[in-house]
Each structure stands twice: as structure tokens, then as C-alpha cells.
């Protein structure tokens, strides 16, 4: 009874916030920035940013992996965002930094596909951090997997 009330209370709500293309899967805040609107993004609004693809062998599948999506550095100049460090925080509710300085010497990717295909929330989707370990065996380490934020869900730069 009380999960039937739920349902018609919170759908008209869902809706409503609902832009055309799709619910936002990816919010940034932060005090250093000034992006609005800008700052909430759909899954189409990244898969219209320029696409970077790599394939890497990773902790988290026993096979290399083909990520593609866009680097996080333009997702964050999309959005008109500045800062010194990044946030980044998932629907677990994990969090963890990741400095600005990583975006300038890696292309890290906010990966929307693996092998071609959407990623479920069971299988670390729809949105994971991922760095290019296998061209540059100092990300092979905990500290970078670490960074790798499965699930992500925010942004928050400072
Ligand atoms: N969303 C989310 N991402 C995460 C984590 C997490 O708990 N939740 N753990 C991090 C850490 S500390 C490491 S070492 C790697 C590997 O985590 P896993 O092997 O538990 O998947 O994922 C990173 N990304
Ligand atoms: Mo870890």
C-alpha cells in the first residue's frame, strides 16, 4: 500500500524534471564554478562531446576492455568548470579526489561504453572513471584504480 502511494506521489515529479533526451545521469557542483544549467548532463549531451575510445586490461574484468566516452577534461570545460580538484562521487555513495593535474597527463575518460555496449548499474555503469593503465604502467597502481570511480554520479570541484 505505502510503495503504491510512493509511486504516484514520486512519478509526476520524475517526469517533470525529466529534460527531452533523457534523465541527467551526471551532475557538477562546486564554489569554483559557474555552470549553471550547464552543469547537468544527460547521457546524449556526453555522447555529443568528442569520443575518445582505448582499450586496457583493468582489476575489474578478467579480459581487455574497449572504453569509450568522452575525457573528463571536456566534460568539465563543457560545463564552464575550473578548479584544483576534483571530487568525484558515485551512487554507493563512494567518493574520491582526483587532481586536475591527472586530466592534463592522461586522457582519463568518463567511459559510457565498454565493448561497444551501455553500462549497467550492476556492472559498474552507466558512467566509470577510467584511466588508460595499460599505456603507462604507473597508473597500475591502487592509488589510480582507486580514482576509478565506478558508478559515478557527481562531480564536485573545489
Ligand atoms: N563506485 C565505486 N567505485 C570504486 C570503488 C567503490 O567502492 N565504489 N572502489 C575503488 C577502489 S578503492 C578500487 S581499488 C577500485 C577497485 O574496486 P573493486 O575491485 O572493489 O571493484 O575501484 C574503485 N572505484
Ligand atoms: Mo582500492
Not at 569554483?32 to 552543469?39: E, L, M
Not at 604502467?137 to 597500475?140: A, F, H, K, M, S
Given at each position: 500500500m505505502m510503495k503504491w502511494l510512493m509511486f504516484f506521489f514520486l512519478l509526476p515529479a520524475a517526469f517533470a524534471s525529466e529534460p527531452p533526451n533523457g534523465p541527467v545521469v551526471l551532475t557538477i557542483s562546486g564554489t569554483?564554478?559557474?555552470?549553471?544549467?550547464?552543469?547537468a548532463f544527460t547521457m546524449d549531451r556526453l555522447a555529443k562531446l568528442p569520443q575518445a575510445s582505448f582499450v586496457t586490461q583493468t582489476p575489474w574484468y578478467n579480459k581487455p576492455v574497449k572504453f569509450t566516452g568522452p575525457l573528463l577534461k571536456d566534460v568539465l570545460a563543457a560545463a564552464g568548470v575550473r578548479g584544483h580538484k576534483i571530487t568525484a562521487v558515485a551512487l554507493n555513495d563512494y567518493k574520491v579526489d582526483i587532481p586536475f593535474e591527472d586530466l592534463n597527463k592522461y586522457p582519463v575518460m568518463l567511459a559510457r561504453l565498454a565493448d561497444g555496449k551501455p553500462m549497467a548499474v550492476r556492472d559498474k555503469g552507466p558512467l566509470f572513471i577510467v584511466y588508460p593503465y595499460d599505456d603507462y604502467?604507473?597508473?597500475?597502481k591502487d592509488i589510480y584504480y582507486g580514482r576509478s570511480a565506478w558508478q559515478l554520479s557527481k562531480l564536485l570541484i573545489q
Open positions: 569554483h564554478t559557474n555552470a549553471g544549467k550547464n552543469a604502467r604507473e597508473l597500475r
